[in-house]
């Protein structure tokens, strides 16, 4: 069971906007950072948000992330195929002392 | 261009050791923490390591404390994981990631830079 949690898995058509969310607790998104990544099929991750809403250079503003309280979103518009990835969120937890992230969300665009 | 490279996986039996390597290039690797983040076939992510820039503070996750062990030489920009009493549970693609942080690593820092992770199969 990983400390954060996140849907399996999420579908949209192209085009369309998609939400995904992560939920944790007071010891780590309450209280921290978080970040999401997504994973190509069969390439490492890529980072895509940090800091709850950054976007590192390169990556475009149809993706979008957002924090309240003990969730966070990760949000993407204007779906395209290439977009078909498994997405994660991650953070430091202060009570573990540990990096967690979530269980991965599989998005398909249908 | 940053590039982190792994090297050293392979086929291991059960209870015995590998050595993970990361050779860093295209940005000071003294400056930063560096990290080990694992995913078995078909599963999610998981940290495994964390190294601050000097070495001082390392921490594990709870599954490989007292087993595996994270260090850098900053002078030849690298970084290893040794790891031993393998199981066969710590089967995975091991990744060397950079990690980054906007305030401190403890308020949430980041993975911003990732190798092509190397796989390790323990194995009889």
């Known amino acids: 069971q990983s400390v954060l949690t996140q849907p399996p898995s999420v579908s949209a058509a192209p085009g369309q906007k998609v939400t995904i969310s992560c939920s944790g607790s007071?010891?780590?998104?309450?209280?921290?950072?978080i970040s999401w990544y997504q994973q190509l099929p069969g390439t490492a991750p890529k980072l895509l948000i940090y800091d709850n809403n950054k976007r590192p250079s390169g990556i475009p503003d149809r993706f979008s992330g957002s924090k309240s309280g003990m969730s966070a979103t990760l949000g993407i518009t204007g779906l395209q195929t290439g977009d078909e990835a498994d997405y994660y969120c991650?953070?430091?937890?202060?009570?573990?002392?540990?990096?967690?992230f979530g269980g991965g969300t599989k998005l398909t665009v249908l | 261009e940053v590039q982190l490279v792994e090297s050293g996986g392979g086929l291991v039996q059960p209870g015995g050791s590998l050595r993970l390597s990361c050779a860093a290039s295209g940005f000071t690797f003294r400056s930063y923490w560096m990290s080990w983040v694992r995913q078995a076939p078909g599963k999610g992510l998981e940290w495994v390591a964390n190294?601050?820039?000097?070495?001082?503070?390392?921490y594990y996750v709870d599954s490989v404390k007292g087993r595996f062990t994270i260090s850098r030489d900053n002078a030849k920009d690298s970084l290893s994981l040794q790891m031993h009493s393998l199981r066969a549970e710590d089967t995975a693609v091991y990744y060397c990631?950079?990690?980054?942080?906007?305030?401190?690593?403890?308020?949430?820092?980041?993975?911003?830079?990732w190798g092509q992770g190397t796989l390790v199969t323990v194995s009889s």
């Open positions: 190294i601050k820039q000097d070495g001082s503070e390392k």
């Open positions: 991650g953070t430091w937890d202060s009570s573990l002392s540990a990096v967690v």
């Open positions: 990631a950079r990690a980054e942080y906007t305030s401190t690593w403890y308020d949430g820092g980041y993975f911003d830079y």
């Open positions: 007071s010891s780590n998104i309450g209280n921290n950072y």
